[in-house]
């Protein structure tokens, strides 16, 4: 309860401007700052991203593979943070950032194609199964993703239960890793809300303020839908299906 309190308390925030201001300029700078500190509130940690530069990347890497899609530290995993004084100080300092997440923390993801994750909540919730939080990512030269919020099973109190997976893997394999992607600890996935190069970008399907599941609760139907929609792809086009190993 607490959890989905502080949530509702960061979108219950007065914002300036009259009631029917665009959401342009300072009224979109606004909304998306909330969202930001709404997600710290729900305990997500943030870490400043690149952003888009034209159809690039802001960072200084030619050719950058993961264009507006990575942190722009080296040290985001100590970075990353829930402090909503620090988040506003990075929102208000640097306005085009785009933000991560780091897992493994707090929270897991489940990153699946967006046409399986639109099965997998059909199913889930047919057979009456709560979801988490669930963003959606789209991009111009990548595939439409979908992201399952979920309690992390990477820090155990037993380091002996946290086990490496085929399925944990780094945010840049994700072309290599075309079915389901679990990000645990060491990995990252943008925030919502954040823009991609071109008219891409990572929005809220299910807002941070529905409470965390079980991963396992999850995996099944995701596995399923995953497979379902590679054989689908499969016949429409003769690939191959997708990998479970490297």
Same mark, same amino acid.
């Given at each position: 309860?607490?959890?989905?309190? $502080?949530?509702?308390?960061?979108?219950?925030?007065?914002?300036?401007?009259?009631?029917?201001?665009?959401?342009?300029?300072?009224? *979109?700078?606004?909304?998306?700052?909330?969202?930001?500190?709404?997600?710290?509130?729900?305990?997500?940690?943030?870490?400043?991203?690149?952003?888009?530069?034209?159809?690039?990347?802001?960072?200084?890497?030619?050719?950058?593979?993961?264009?507006?899609?990575?942190?722009?530290?080296?040290?985001?995993?100590?970075?990353?943070?829930?402090?909503?004084?620090?988040?506003?100080?990075?929102?208000?300092?640097?306005?085009?950032?785009?933000?991560?997440?780091?897992?493994?923390?707090?929270?897991?993801?489940?990153?699946?194609?967006?046409?399986?994750?639109?099965?997998?909540?059909?199913?889930?919730?047919?057979?009456?199964?709560?979801?988490?939080?669930?963003?959606?990512?789209?991009?111009?030269?990548?595939?439409? $993703?979908?992201?399952?919020?979920?309690?992390?099973?990477?820090?155990?109190?037993?380091?002996?239960?946290?086990?490496?997976?085929?399925?944990?893997?780094?945010?840049?394999?994700?072309?290599?890793?075309?079915?389901?992607?679990?990000?645990? $600890?060491?990995?990252?996935?943008?925030?919502?809300?954040?823009?991609?190069?071109?008219?891409?970008?990572?929005?809220?399907?299910?807002?941070?303020?529905?409470?965390?599941?079980?991963?396992?609760?999850?995996?099944?139907?995701?596995?399923?839908?995953?497979?379902?929609? *590679?054989?689908?792809?499969?016949?429409?086009?003769?690939?191959?299906?997708?990998?479970?190993?490297?």
């Amino acid at each position: 309860m607490e959890r989905k309190s $502080r949530f509702s308390q960061w979108l219950r925030r007065p914002r300036s401007g009259a009631d029917g201001e665009s959401r342009t300029g300072a009224g *979109a700078a606004s909304a998306r700052e909330d969202l930001l500190l709404a997600a710290a509130a729900a305990g997500f940690p943030l870490a400043p991203a690149a952003h888009p530069a034209g159809y690039g990347c802001s960072c200084d890497r030619i050719g950058c593979p993961t264009p507006a899609r990575h942190p722009v530290s080296f040290a985001w995993q100590t970075q990353a943070t829930t402090d909503p004084q620090k988040v506003a100080q990075w929102v208000s300092g640097q306005p085009e950032a785009n933000f991560i997440t780091a897992t493994g923390i707090t929270h897991d993801v489940l990153d699946v194609p967006a046409d399986a994750g639109r099965m997998a909540l059909d199913r889930l919730g047919a057979a009456g199964v709560e979801v988490g939080p669930v963003a959606t990512s789209s991009a111009d030269l990548h595939e439409s $993703r979908m992201l399952f919020f979920t309690a992390t099973r990477g820090t155990p109190e037993d380091e002996d239960e946290w086990w490496p997976c085929e399925l944990d893997c780094h945010p840049e394999t994700m072309d290599e890793h075309p079915g389901l992607r679990w990000h645990c $600890r060491g990995s990252y996935v943008l925030m919502p809300p954040a823009r991609l190069p071109g008219e891409g970008h990572v929005a809220w399907l299910l807002g941070p303020e529905r409470p965390l599941p079980d991963p396992l609760t999850l995996l099944e139907t995701l596995t399923d839908s995953c497979a379902q929609y *590679a054989g689908a792809t499969d016949r429409e086009h003769g690939a191959a299906a997708w990998p479970m190993g490297r």
